[in-house]
């Protein structure tokens, strides 16, 4: 059931040349009824954070529902849109591990924004990872469109976070697009540049994140 989490948490690891991180599998809870005291919000995704001075917990909840469909639906056999919103909910999930382990291990404070401006990217780019190796090289331009144009934040979830959430998805809708553009290449030499890009903005801080995209998306 967990093969799809190990595989987005190994392509993320490649894709941003991390270091290694803890598995995300030993995190995972699937179980709702065992979050009653941590769960904050009614969704199908969550990382759960505790702070006790210098240490850092953490624990992902994915809805047992959504690997369940996963895994009757490999998304790495097919990516199609019977799965894909299953596929990114758990890319979402495993982003959100992976993104605050790994600053963590390095010392680095993580804000809400930058975390979900991360996610939102990297749902992005992993969707389109799998999407062109299926294709053969094809370029999904529908992705794009499926995940910022057509996706609306439910209020309700979000909560006070709403605003929050729109604007990380506008941020990262913009980066996605500079990235749409040069994924279109097919030069060798343009998708190392792209890794490298990736690389090093996955590693900047929220202010110097949204500058970036000022600038130059």
């Known amino acids: 059931m967990h093969d799809t989490i190990a595989s987005l948490q190994r392509a993320l690891a490649e894709i941003y040349d991390l270091s290694a991180t803890p598995d995300v599998a030993e995190f995972l809870m699937t179980d709702r009824a065992g979050l009653t005291q941590l769960a904050t919000r009614d969704t199908d995704e969550q990382l759960i954070v505790a702070e006790d001075g210098d240490t850092v917990s953490l624990g992902l909840y994915i ?22 919103a299953d596929y990114l909910t758990a890319a979402e999930g495993v982003s959100h591990f992976v993104y605050v382990a790994w ?5 680095k404070p993580v804000t809400l924004l930058e975390l979900e401006l991360q996610a939102e990217i990297d749902k992005y780019v992993l969707a389109a990872w799998l999407l062109r190796e299926q294709g053969a090289g094809r370029f999904p331009r529908e992705l ?5 144009e057509r996706a609306r934040v439910d209020p309700v979830a979000a909560g006070t976070r709403a605003g929050l959430y729109r604007m990380a998805s506008r941020y990262a809708g913009r980066f996605c697009r500079r990235i749409a553009h040069r994924l279109e290449g097919t030069a060798r ?3 190392r540049e792209l890794l490298a890009e990736l690389r090093r903005f996955y590693r900047l801080g929220n202010a110097r994140k949204l500058a970036f995209i000022e600038r130059h998306a």
């Open 103 to 107: 600053n963590a291990g390095h010392d």
């Open 189 to 191: 030499s343009a998708s």
């Open 63 to 84: 809805d047992g529902a959504v690997l369940a469909r996963l895994a009757h639906r490999d998304p790495y056999q097919a990516l199609t849109g019977e799965n894909l």
């Open 144 to 148: 794009h469109r499926v995940l910022f």
